[in-house]
């Protein structure tokens, strides 16, 4: 599994915007800017919408964010014109149907469908944070959201710092 330091793959994939339109992606759109990259089993499913509603509450922190699982771009449309919780959200699905770019970064299970796996990128697409749940378990936004703050503030963070607070001395 490729670990913090990393600089995480190169990948070109076809994705859903926020308009349920086709949008090609790539790492080279993610240069220059923080990046927070979440894979999910399957869509269709029932923890995965409460997360990618959650993952959306990040849009607009000057991050890009975007979600990826083997499903294709047309199941990704279906999916959000039919579940409440996706149906708006603001950032990108992404189909990494051959599972290739999960397996790359070593976070597929033996059901053959990623880990609930978050990284975090900076600028140069170095990783600075990497989560890894068991499918079951659904991850918390507001912790990624703290993370990302904690790690963009460039000083010594405890635990429980928010943005503003002062670092640990």
């Known amino acids: ?11 070109e994939l076809t994705g859903v915007d926020k308009d349920n339109n ?3 992606i790539d790492d080279n ?3 220059g ?3 927070v990259l979440y894979f999910y089993p399957k869509d269709f499913t029932f923890i995965c919408p409460t997360e990618i509603q959650g ?7 000057d991050v890009d964010v975007l979600g990826f699982s083997p499903d294709n771009e047309f199941c990704k449309i279906a999916w959000k014109e039919d579940n409440e919780l996706i149906r708006d959200i603001e950032h990108t699905l992404v189909a990494d149907c051959s599972n290739q770019l999960a397996m790359e970064v ?4 033996n059901e053959w469908v990623p880990y609930r796996a978050t990284f975090i990128l900076d600028e140069d697409n170095v990783i600075q944070s990497l989560a890894v749940n068991a499918l079951d ?3 918390n936004h507001y912790e ?3 993370t990302l703050e904690a790690l963009r503030a460039g000083g010594l963070t405890g635990c429980n710092w928010h943005n503003g607070e002062d670092f640990v001395a």
Do not use: K
Not at 55 to 61: E, K
């Open 106 to 109: 070593g976070i597929v299970s």
């Open 137 to 139: 378990t659904g991850r």
């Open 1 to 11: 599994m490729i670990t913090v330091g990393d600089v995480f793959p190169e990948f």
């Open 22 to 24: 086709f949008v090609d």
């Open 144 to 146: 990624v959201e703290r």
């Open 55 to 61: 993952f959306d509450a990040l849009v607009g922190n």
């Open 29 to 31: 759109g993610l240069l």
């Open 33 to 35: 800017s923080w990046s």
